[in-house]
């Protein structure tokens, strides 16, 4: 079946560090993919997502590009802030995001000032 | 807009008792919510799909007489933990899924359960 694999965490860096968070998947079609990000306390909220090979996804200076190729999508930012640090899960979803979605075990970053 | 809150946040309770957790879509309408578990340090599994006035649509291991979910409104979805274990004990999380087209998940803070 689908899954999603991620960097096992937790991660931690001092602030205006460059973060990579490494997100592999196995699918059967072609899945949508996402980044969910939750904050201490919070539910999941979505980050960021593509729907198809070379999209790129980007919010609040985080970015991910869906590559077909090495079936990935890493989470990078280049200069996090202490207000980002909480868990981050990488997820697919074989129909746009309107069907189930599997999830990463997720990786906890904290940022340090 | 699109929050989702669940009740209770915490909740302890006695093995053979049974337990209700309510999900609600609080500014939105959500014909589909979606029940969650996540154990510690793992990812968060899908136990059931619940859909407005029809039955849930359960995942492969999920026991549905053991975990009963009604979605008798629009706005709210409860997820029953029968007779509860244990083994039980995790933390549950509701998402409700958007009705504007983009098809989004929104998802519940979460309940801890504990089985004493």
């Known amino acids: ?113 | 807009g699109a929050v989702v809150s669940q009740h209770p946040s915490r909740v302890i309770c006695k093995s053979g008792t049974s337990v209700k957790i309510e999900c609600r879509s609080l500014d939105f309408q959500a014909t589909t919510m979606f029940w969650y578990r996540q154990f510690p340090k793992q990812s968060l599994m899908l136990m059931a799909t619940s859909n407005e006035g029809s039955k849930a649509t359960y995942e492969q291991g999920v026991e549905k007489d053991k975990f009963l979910i009604n979605h008798a409104s629009l706005t709210l979805s409860t997820l029953t933990v029968t007779s509860a274990h244990p083994e039980d004990s995790s933390f549950y999380i509701c998402s409700a899924r958007a009705q504007d087209g983009s098809y989004e998940q929104y998802f519940g803070p979460g309940t801890r359960l504990t089985v004493t």
């Not at chain 1, 306390?41 to 729907?51: M, N, R, V």
């Not at chain 1, 069907?99 to 970053?109: A, H, I, R, S, Y």
């Open chain 1, 1 to 113: 079946g689908d899954s999603v694999t991620q960097m096992e965490g937790p991660v931690t860096l001092s602030e205006e560090a460059f973060l990579t968070i490494n997100c592999t998947y196995t699918a059967t079609g072609y899945p949508s993919l996402f980044w969910y990000v939750q904050y201490p306390g919070e539910g999941l909220q979505l980050l960021l997502k593509a729907t198809k090979a070379d999209d790129k996804g980007s919010n609040k200076g985080f970015e991910a590009t869906y590559r077909k190729e090495t079936t990935s999508f890493h989470l990078e930012k280049g200069s996090v802030q202490v207000s980002d640090s909480a868990v981050y899960f990488c997820a697919l979803s074989e129909k746009g995001g309107s069907e189930k979605l599997v999830f990463g075990k997720g990786t906890k970053l904290t940022v340090n000032p």
